[in-house]
């Protein structure tokens, strides 16, 4: 048996271990190298599906990547967002830590923020009220730059459950775990060559994953923790949502000023990318929401903002030729409303 496929094997045996002891697992995953064929490349289609296959089976999963939205979003989120939604993002080496909220149809900015990958999945587990050690990251683990470690050795420190090492810069020796009891896997070093590496190794352990999560016994205690886990996070923003149906219609050639009380914004415009929306409350944005654009025509996008208190918004846009052009619209605009104020149910007006 080679080193990857014992790697497999292992992978498999400490998942249904997990499960057994009540830990379904959260996979974090890195991004250039690991989900990506190559630094800068958008993910591929293949990639996609496996993504799909490991999210329709009831795995929770995110990016955990020292790129920001902008960069995510073009690379990674314009392709999964027409088929499922990524659970979780921690971004920009833990500054944008975000969940997927099914109501809202949107990714909302978490009140957390960390300063490196590792602390981003620690900060994430106190948050979700789950042990670390039911977190499992996939990353290459690059070497250290000038005057700095390597971005993904940070989780290095902490008490994750299982981290699978599929990058080619450093041998297993280098790659060194603090706690005894996280399992580290690592590709096979040959003389001309390393097994179980890149973005291909990467696609394995997910389709790996996906195997387990479909057992008999295993496939329904997966199903409704990732069920109750996103409720929980739902109640606990305690964000309230507006009815899709009936909304007034936002585009750039008509841009509503002045919203009802509870009425939803659909936005149509006429590109791919995301609505990045929020509470403004004196110049500062308290919630920060981004909407993925859906394609309904081959000219027309659409996103519906179902926050009642959503008052600001602007766009990020994506480049149809997938050049990894992406830019702000560079102005916001604002909408007016009359809101129920949630302590005293008075009417107030932003």
Known sequence: MSTFENNLSQLKTRIRAMIAAGQVPIVFLDLDETLNRYFGASIEEHV?????????????FGLNTGADIFWAGERVLQET??????????????????A?????????????????????????????????????????????????????????????????????????????????????????????????????????????????????????????????LMSAIERKLNIGVLPSRG???WTFEKPIQEVGSWQSVLVRVKGPGMVHAGVNHNGEWMRIYDVPLKEVSPVLWEASVLDPEVNALTFIWYDPSRSGNVHWEGKNYYLQRRLVDRKDNSIAEI
């Open 247 to 249: 909304p007034q219609i």
């Open 48 to 60: 996609v599906n496996s993504l799909q296959y490991l999210s329709e089976a009831g795995g929770l």
């Open 81 to 98: 967002d027409p088929h499922f939604p990524f659970p979780f993002l921690l971004l920009a080496t833990g500054r944008q830590i975000y």
């Open 100 to 228: 997927w909220v099914g109501s809202l149809m949107a990714y909302v900015l978490l009140p957390i923020q960390a300063d490196n990958k590792g602390q981003a999945m620690r900060k994430l587990a106190e948050y979700l009220h789950l042990p670390l050690e039911q977190f499992l990251f996939i990353g290459d683990f690059p070497g250290a730059g000038d005057a700095q470690e390597g971005i993904d050795d940070p989780v290095l420190r902490e008490q994750v459950g299982i981290i699978v090492n599929v990058g080619v810069y450093r041998r297993p020796e280098e790659i060194s775990p603090l706690f005894q009891e996280t399992l580290v896997l690592h590709p096979e070093h040959l003389e001309e060559r390393v097994l179980g590496a890149g973005y291909e190794a990467t696609m394995q352990y997910l389709a790996c994953l996906t195997e387990v999560f479909k057992y008999k016994g295993i496939a329904e205690k997966v199903q409704t923790f990732r069920s109750e």
